[in-house]
């Protein structure tokens, strides 16, 4: 089956600090890989995605790029804020006939001036 | 504004006591579906629905009933509600084929069986 793996965290970081958060998926198919967000009492919303291999997503200075090779998609920015506090969820969907979304189980980031 | 919404947002019961909470797109999405999310496990899918009338088991469907008989509205429904269902609800939607399948989130609905 499909499934989504992410660091667990939380992860602590300094205003200002890089962060990464890793992803890596296995997949029955040819999979399009997402990040989302959810901030502190809100649903959840896309912050980036990447449909084929090599490309890469980018968002508010997020960038994850899609390594077919490694079936990875880490999370990256190079200067977090404490407004990026929040739960970063990996997910995928197969690109091969219609198919539901598989999420990771969330890392939450907190950020600390 | 494209959206999804829910209602209720917060939500105390007892247990055996019926609810229902509901879903409402205005995107004309063909794909609807509910999620729970509970610490440590993650959003884990509940029932999917790919249009009206078609409706689907998730990973986690015991205990829950849906129906989608219009397109916009895909209401979830706890016929006896107990307390392992408390939990964070959250309802999605998307267009159906591959390029439309980013999956727009409700604002979630709390829940908390007595």
């Known amino acids: 089956g499909n499934s989504v793996t992410q660091m667990e965290g939380p992860v602590t970081l300094s205003e200002e600090a890089f962060l990464t958060i890793n992803c890596t998926y296995t997949?029955?198919?040819?999979?399009?890989l997402f990040w989302y967000v959810q901030y502190p009492g809100e649903g959840l919303q896309l912050l980036l995605k990447?449909?084929?291999?090599?490309d890469k997503g980018s968002n508010k200075g997020f960038e994850a790029t899609y390594r077919k090779e490694t079936t990875s998609f880490h999370l990256e920015k190079g200067s977090v804020q404490v407004s990026d506090s929040a739960v970063y969820f990996c997910?995928?969907?197969?690109?091969?006939?219609?198919?539901?979304?598989?999420f990771g189980k969330g890392t939450m980031l907190l950020v600390s001036p | 504004e494209a959206q999804v919404t829910q209602n209720p947002r917060y939500l105390i019961t007892v247990t055996g006591k019926k609810l229902t909470v509901t879903c409402s797109q205005n995107?004309?999405?063909?794909?609807m579906s509910w999620y729970r999310q509970d610490p440590g496990l993650g959003l884990r899918q509940i029932y999917y629905?790919?249009?009206?009338?078609?409706?689907d088991k998730g990973d986690v469907p015991e205990g829950y009933k849906v129906s989608r008989k219009e397109k916009r509205n895909f209401p979830l429904i706890l016929e006896s509600p107990s307390p392992n269902q408390t939990s964070l609800y959250f309802c999605?939607?998307?267009?159906?084929?591959?390029?439309?399948?980013?999956?727009?989130f409700g604002p979630g609905t709390r829940l908390t069986v007595l």
């Open positions: 997949a029955t198919g040819y999979p399009s």
């Open positions: 990447a449909t084929k291999a090599d």
């Open positions: 629905s790919m249009n009206v009338e078609v409706t």
């Open positions: 999605a939607s998307s267009g159906f084929w591959a390029g439309e399948d980013t999956q727009y």
């Open positions: 997910a995928l969907i197969l690109n091969s006939g219609y198919s539901t979304l598989t």
């Open positions: 995107m004309n999405h063909e794909y």
